[in-house]
């Protein structure tokens, strides 16, 4: 009996040693690594070219986290989804991103992407100064809308009285029907973006880039201080939890927008499979897309620049005032 005894003390050791090794949770002791989703959108159009290497490959940002990317149609779509917190990431025009930031949306600057996108293009080719442009019709889109104000701001600059020297035609209001009047003949001189630059004088050779409206802008403020008209976006309470999430995207948009501009012909076939610009359209818009990659505190100078210009023409177009050192994402 005292043989057995002792033989079942020695199985209750063994099996209690067993059970202290096993019964706890496989997790037990190990750190919890919950999955993390990045939503990212960029607006159809030259702000969408930088990012369109990341589109294609889905590239991981890390352990755990996956990315979607949302192409969206127009400004005012992404701001709806952004005031409503659907994104983490975004690429759009840099006073949304100064308006956003003032009506208290969450969001913070976090680089640039795009420096001026803006062109006179004409059918007369002995333009070639702001003075040749005295007396004459000078179409284009959205009343107020930041094409508008610089290009009125530019006018001024060069002592051309935007009023009274010359005549602004507003009367074709979208951008994608005033290129449409130019290749058909209808308007002999306007202001576009790109691509649709390349578009109207592509499929219209009588059709010429006569004012860079970019060059124009860096001959009052210096090469230092370029127009800073497209930029990225961060959810600020996102960034505070995903810092390093944050810095992997930083880097590969930077690669990005460098391989775009190395790769033009590579990149438009990218942007005709996913924002269906035609591929050799797209490819000889980029080079004239001013795309290159700048972090927020970087390009406070010229971002200030800019959003004063708008802000002394109107207030509203950045949200009723001038951000403050908050919008600028540091880290």
Same mark, same amino acid.
């Given at each position: 009996?005292?043989?057995?005894?002792?033989?079942?003390?020695?199985?209750?050791?063994?099996?209690?040693?067993?059970?202290?090794?096993?019964?706890?949770? $496989?997790?037990?002791?190990? $750190?919890?690594?919950?999955?993390?989703?990045?939503?990212?959108?960029?607006? &159809?159009? $030259? &702000?969408?070219?930088?990012?369109?290497?990341?589109?294609?490959?889905?590239?991981?940002?890390?352990?755990?986290?996956?990315?979607?990317?949302?192409?969206?149609?127009?400004?005012?779509?992404?701001?709806?989804?952004?005031?409503?917190?659907?994104?983490?990431?975004?690429?759009?025009?840099?006073?949304?991103?100064?308006?956003?930031?003032?009506?208290?949306?969450?969001?913070?600057?976090?680089?640039?992407?795009?420096?001026?996108?803006?062109?006179?293009?004409?059918?007369?080719?002995?333009?070639?100064?702001?003075? +040749?442009?005295?007396? *004459?019709?000078?179409?284009?889109?959205?009343?107020?809308?930041?094409?508008?104000?610089?290009? *009125?701001?530019?006018?001024?600059?060069?002592?051309?009285?935007? +009023?009274?020297?010359?005549?602004?035609?507003?009367?074709?209001?979208?951008?994608?029907?005033?290129?449409?009047?130019?290749?058909?003949?209808?308007?002999? &001189?306007?202001?576009?973006?790109?691509?649709?630059?390349?578009?109207? &004088?592509?499929?219209?050779?009588?059709?010429?880039?006569?004012?860079?409206?970019?060059?124009?802008?860096?001959?009052?403020?210096?090469?230092?201080?370029?127009?800073?008209?497209?930029?990225?976006?961060? *959810?600020?309470?996102?960034?505070?939890?995903?810092?390093?999430?944050?810095?992997?995207?930083?880097?590969?948009?930077?690669?990005?927008?460098?391989?775009?501009?190395?790769?033009?012909?590579?990149?438009?076939?990218?942007v005709e499979k996913h924002i269906g610009i035609p591929a050799k359209i797209a490819e000889k818009a980029i080079p004239r897309s001013n795309i290159r990659f700048m972090t927020a505190m970087d390009a406070r100078q010229p971002?200030?620049?800019?959003l004063e210009v708008l802000y002394n023409f109107s207030p509203r177009t950045v949200g009723g005032k001038m951000p403050d050192e908050g919008f600028y994402y540091s880290h």
């Amino acid at each position: 009996m005292k043989q057995a005894l002792i033989f079942s003390l020695m199985m209750l050791l063994v099996t209690g040693c067993s059970s202290n090794q096993t019964s706890p949770s $496989p997790q037990a002791g190990t $750190p919890v690594v919950e999955e993390v989703v990045v939503n990212i959108a960029v607006i &159809t159009g $030259p &702000t969408a070219l930088g990012m369109i290497k990341l589109i294609d490959e889905e590239p991981s940002l890390g352990d755990n986290v996956t990315t979607h990317y949302e192409i969206v149609l127009s400004p005012d779509i992404l701001v709806s989804k952004l005031l409503s917190g659907e994104f983490d990431i975004a690429a759009l025009p840099t006073n949304l991103a100064a308006t956003l930031y003032n009506k208290g949306a969450g969001y913070q600057l976090l680089a640039m992407n795009t420096w001026g996108v803006l062109y006179i293009v004409s059918t007369d080719t002995s333009i070639s100064s702001w003075d +040749d442009l005295k007396g *004459r019709t000078i179409n284009t889109f959205g009343r107020g809308a930041t094409p508008d104000v610089v290009l *009125r701001y530019l006018l001024s600059a060069n002592s051309i009285d935007p +009023d009274k020297d010359v005549t602004i035609d507003y009367s074709i209001p979208q951008q994608t029907g005033l290129a449409s009047a130019m290749i058909a003949g209808k308007v002999d &001189t306007a202001l576009l973006p790109e691509p649709l630059v390349t578009m109207v &004088t592509t499929k219209n050779s009588d059709l010429k880039i006569v004012i860079d409206l970019q060059s124009e802008w860096e001959k009052i403020h210096g090469a230092d201080i370029p127009m800073a008209q497209g930029s990225l976006v961060v *959810r600020k309470e996102f960034a505070e939890k995903n810092p390093e999430i944050v810095a992997a995207f930083l880097t590969l948009y930077e690669e990005s927008i460098s391989w775009v501009n190395t790769n033009p012909e590579q990149a438009g076939v990218l942007v005709e499979k996913h924002i269906g610009i035609p591929a050799k359209i797209a490819e000889k818009a980029i080079p004239r897309s001013n795309i290159r990659f700048m972090t927020a505190m970087d390009a406070r100078q010229p971002v200030e620049r800019y959003l004063e210009v708008l802000y002394n023409f109107s207030p509203r177009t950045v949200g009723g005032k001038m951000p403050d050192e908050g919008f600028y994402y540091s880290h």
